[in-house]
């Protein structure tokens, strides 16, 4: 899911829960209580993640720096004596070099648990390298089997990305969780929202946050190793499990106590419920959370920001604001969902940088995050997808990474894009394995590549002139990620071993749900990898023994530049 700016190191704080919430134990934090948002002075075991992934520099800088520091952060915020460890899985065995049996078995215990000693931890995480796979299932299991029973402790993985070995983690922590329910397991997705990593999460009992660089993560990582009293801030899109976007019947099946009536404010609703206002639109959805009175006065984000922070730190967490006029800023809070941190300040000269922050709101405030141009087939949605405008700047939702994150001129490449339907769009790398799916052209130096359609951070290469004269796309091209009825999401074939594909047939995509992989396939007669005769698409799957049956399929993604 970053050489490091890392933000100033941040001790989660106390906080002032304007609302109160029921905790995943069921434990509820009341209103106008202090609550210690700070980590619990419980035994904590960090599974960090040092597959190859993390050597990517767009945090900025390697991922696997900003997670050092991290981790660091959250270790000096524990009181003296705690027990702490650190699991790491992928710092081992190469993943290029490695075979995936072999590969997944990479997990060990650079910092064994017992008392805190911060010498012995900064040495020993200075000692990881990322290298390999992504075997979470195995290092949860490991973390757990540290830990005594008969008290209360805390996982939290930190990760960028799917496991890409068997077992399914989230099986795997959902077994920990009910057989050990003092022990919470939390998530951090660092620059990933991806599904599987919340289902660890809700598996194990604890939080799931995201974050998008080295500020945030070292923010995040604190927050969640005390889910109790993450669960009383405002994260990028909920408060205690209830979303931006849900209806009244969708919060009030969680909170039975929630009133079905509110007070009319024009075409809005406003619902006060435990000293917080939940603000819903004329349809009906849920567009404004904001805790305490007057409202925002008591809402904390999960990075700690609240009334007194200075405005600068939210800038150093969120970037530069959407909006900021009349005492108020819009951040950044999930791009993706459109939701954003709506904070007023006091002071300085008009700007948020130079205020005091006095009120903190969640809302679905962003303009709407598109992707590109949707259109309906059937049950089947077919995306195509334009992430920079013919000026070189992101567009439908995508923001570009501000820092240059690395050069393929001299050992790289540029080809015709994954999934692309128009000239414009490129594929780049300096290996198969580890290419950039998608590029887009920024100016005659700078090409904007995502890996994962579903980031919305692009990030800056420079490229030289002759790499990126314009290739022609496929007449026939596969689309760039396909997502099947049944949940799998598969990814345009990349470079990497791949099993003898059945006789007459080509490999396209790979395939994952959970643990359980399988591949996507093109008829080699006719070329075609879609029936597409009935309202429904319906893909060519296999498991990489059995021949191919048809699937239906949910989403197909391509891509385009802007003409």
């Not at 997670?67 to 952060?73: G, W, Y």
């Not at 393929?408 to 490129?426: D, H, P, Q, R, S």
């Amino acid at each position: 899911m970053k050489p490091i700016s890392v933000a100033a190191v941040l001790v989660v704080c106390l906080m002032v829960a304007g609302c109160s919430t029921g905790t995943r134990d069921g434990t509820a934090v009341k209103a106008g209580e202090t609550s210690t948002a700070g980590p619990r002075p419980v035994p904590t075991v960090v599974v960090l993640d040092a597959s190859d992934s993390m050597n990517t520099a767009d945090a900025p800088g390697p991922r696997i720096d900003a997670a050092r520091s991290a981790v660091q952060t959250l270790a000096g915020s524990l009181p003296s004596g705690t027990r702490f460890g650190v699991v790491a899985f992928g710092s081992q065995m190469d993943a290029r070099s490695t075979k995936r049996a072999r590969g997944c078995t990479d997990v060990t215990t650079p910092v064994p648990l017992a008392p805190l000693d911060g010498a012995a931890l900064t040495t020993a995480l200075n000692g990881l390298h990322a290298r390999g796979f992504t075997p979470i299932a195995n290092a949860l299991r490991s973390a757990a089997d540290q830990i005594p029973r008969g008290s209360a402790a805390s996982i939290v993985l930190v990760s960028d990305g799917r496991s890409t070995c068997a077992p399914d983690p989230c099986d795997t922590a959902r077994d920990i969780h009910t057989d050990r329910p003092d022990l919470l397991i939390s998530a951090v997705g660092f620059r990933t929202d991806h599904p599987s990593l919340q289902c660890i999460a809700d598996a194990g009992g604890g939080a799931f946050v995201t974050a998008d660089n080295a500020a945030q993560l070292n923010a995040r990582l604190s927050a969640v190793q005390n889910s109790r009293d993450a669960a009383t801030r405002l994260s990028t899109t909920s408060r205690d499990g209830i979303e931006i976007g849900a209806t009244l019947a969708d919060v009030r099946s969680g909170h039975a106590d929630f009133p079905s009536q509110g007070r009319r404010d024009g075409d809005r609703t406003v619902y006060v419920w435990k000293d917080c206002e939940y603000v819903f639109d004329a349809a009906g959805k849920l567009i404004e959370i904001a805790p305490g009175s007057p409202p925002g006065s008591a809402g904390v984000t999960i990075d700690g920001v609240a009334a007194g922070t200075p405005g600068s730190r939210a800038v150093e967490l969120y970037g530069e604001p959407r909006s900021d006029e009349g005492g108020v800023a819009v951040f950044v809070a999930d791009e993706k969902a459109g939701t954003g941190y709506r904070i007023g300040y006091g002071g300085g000269s008009g700007k948020v940088a130079d205020g005091t922050v006095t009120t903190v709101v969640l809302c679905g405030c962003l303009p709407g995050a598109t992707a590109g141009t949707d259109e309906s087939t059937g049950d089947t949605e077919v995306v195509k997808l334009i992430a920079v405008n013919k000026r070189g700047e992101a567009i439908n939702g995508f923001r570009r990474h501000p820092y240059l994150v690395g050069s393929f001129i001299g050992n790289g490449w540029c080809e015709v894009g994954a999934g692309a339907l128009t000239k414009g769009v490129y594929r780049c790398g300096t290996s198969n394995a580890d290419s950039w799916a998608a590029c887009w052209v920024a100016d005659k130096t700078i090409v904007l590549c995502s890996k994962d359609p579903n980031d919305p951070v692009l990030s800056p290469f420079s490229v030289s002139q002759d790499m990126i004269a314009t290739p022609a796309p496929t007449q026939n091209p596969g689309p760039w990620k396909v997502t099947l009825a049944s949940g799998a999401e598969c990814t345009v074939r990349s470079g990497g071993s791949w099993p003898v594909p059945p006789e007459g047939y080509s490999w396209t995509h790979s395939c994952t749900k959970g643990s359980v992989n399988s591949f996507l396939v093109r008829r080699d007669d006719d070329g075609l990898m879609f029936d597409k005769s009935g309202g429904t698409w319906k893909a060519l799957e296999t498991d990489g023994t059995s021949m191919p049956t048809l699937t239906p399929v949910k989403k197909v993604v391509y891509t385009a530049a802007e003409q």
